[in-house]
């Protein structure tokens, strides 16, 4: 065990923490996907010495799978469905206006809970598409991404013993904030192939130390949309039990088949519990400018505000200006989202009609899930680097985002791309 954990710590030094995390989780008998390869040079006993006091908070977590399979797909030339982003440009119109923004000289600090004509937009959008009305200066915060609300949301509400609980699969960042918190997630699992929420076993998961519950939906990563049962069937739990929610709703456009916008937003019991968390990275095929945003009710955003001013204090000041002037003179392109995601979800399936793959149900968001048990027994996480390194298409192994590891064989890929990436890739998964 100590030559191991030296050779981590080697490794650590030379090649940094990113690249050799996964060591450290195998010395403590926890396995990561990949082992570490490459040389390692010699350390010193006081350059060891030194390292081996830092006791890491998440001495769980390497590299996420994303980053992971992205930099895969890259080294090999893959096409790249495995991390949520588009590979097509972003509306000409919303580009000419943070280039208009920029010229304008908005270019500094963005008031911290936001540009006041953003706010006011988002307070406009929230009353068209949820019939709600949020007040702009006190309940509605601009944050950098999605992921900043959640933790910031996480850390407002969360304290040493509490529990958290969540539904697997479940998105990567919720369990490590709530762990920095010194709370503790409390794990449901949700099985194929709809993925549907059992609220019996999740009143029976609520304990006197549970403070808060996190929702998904439109659900990354199964495609699986809540309705407004789930929705009032979470609402009286948390009222009943006087529990927190935090919503993360960051697909919340992108729902198929001409299906209501179903939110905490429509729930008043429930929004008055709840920090809802967007994303206009999302929306508008921009997730490299880290923009989303909370809505939450004063009291909250009161607490929210505290720590997401010493966490970013501001976002992206220009992208600010230019989505509030996208959202006042051209509102109507985040009704059309869903429209255009389900047009390349539907091509999606049908160039897969052909192959082994058992394509599952997907009623949102820009994912599919499939089923490859009749291509392979590989385990899903060795099958997706086959997949990229063999076939040349990377996916994202569906067990990475359950506490449990279930044992089925069911892989992730982004439609989120142009008609030519989903023909390519296709055509090379209809010939497994």
Not at 56 to 80: C, D, E, H, R, Y
Not at 177 to 200: E, K, N
């Amino acid at each position: 065990m100590a030559v191991r954990v030296q050779g981590y710590v080697a490794a650590l030094l030379f090649f940094g923490a990113s690249q050799v995390t996964g060591i450290a989780c195998s010395a403590m008998g926890r396995s990561k996907p990949w082992a570490f390869r490459g040389s390692i040079r010699a350390q010193s006993a006081a350059e060891v010495g030194t390292i081996m006091e830092l006791h890491s908070k998440l001495p769980w977590v390497g590299t996420t799978i994303f980053s992971q399979m992205s930099q895969l797909a890259q080294q090999v030339g893959a096409l790249n469905l495995s991390q949520g982003f588009p590979d097509f440009p972003a509306d000409p119109r919303l580009l000419t206006a943070l280039n208009q923004q920029v010229l304008a000289g908005h270019n500094q600090y963005a008031p911290m809970i936001g540009v006041a004509q953003l706010r006011e937009q988002i307070a406009t959008l929230t009353a068209h598409c949820y019939q709600r009305v949020v007040d702009p200066e006190h309940e509605i915060t601009v944050t950098s991404g999605a992921t900043e609300a959640l933790f910031v949301a996480i850390q407002a509400l969360v304290r040493p013993g509490d529990e958290v609980i969540v539904f697997d699969p479940a998105y990567d960042s919720y369990e490590p904030a709530v762990a920095l918190a010194g709370g503790r997630t409390v794990h449901i699992q949700l099985d194929a192939p709809d993925f549907s929420v059992d609220w019996a076993e999740v009143a029976k998961a609520v304990t006197a130390r549970t403070r808060l519950i996190i929702v998904n939906s439109p659900h990354n990563p199964t495609g699986m949309v809540f309705s407004a049962a789930d929705f009032a069937a979470l609402e009286a739990l948390v009222v009943a039990h006087q529990l927190y929610c935090i919503s993360d709703e960051v697909y919340e456009h992108m729902v198929f088949s001409a299906a209501p916008r179903t939110s905490a937003h429509r729930f008043a019991a429930l929004a008055a519990r709840s920090f809802i968390v967007s994303s206009f990275g999302k929306t508008f095929h921009v997730t490299g400018w880290k923009l989303g945003y909370c809505v939450a009710p004063m009291a909250l955003s009161v607490e929210f505000r505290k720590i997401h001013q010493y966490v970013t204090f501001s976002s992206f000041t220009p992208a600010q200006y230019a989505i509030a002037q996208l959202l006042q003179h051209h509102g109507e392109l985040v009704d059309e989202l869903a429209g255009f995601y389900q047009a390349k979800r539907d091509l999606f399936r049908q160039l897969l009609a052909q192959s082994r793959l058992q394509l599952l149900p997907c009623a949102g968001t820009y994912f599919q899930l499939a089923d490859y048990s009749a291509i392979s027994e590989l385990d899903d996480i060795e099958f997706c680097r086959w997949l990229t390194i063999e076939h040349g298409v990377a996916a994202i192994p569906l067990s990475v985002f359950s506490h449990a590891k279930p044992s089925t064989k069911i892989v992730r890929f982004c439609f989120a791309k142009q008609q030519s990436t989903l023909q390519q890739a296709a055509e090379r998964l209809c010939l497994l």
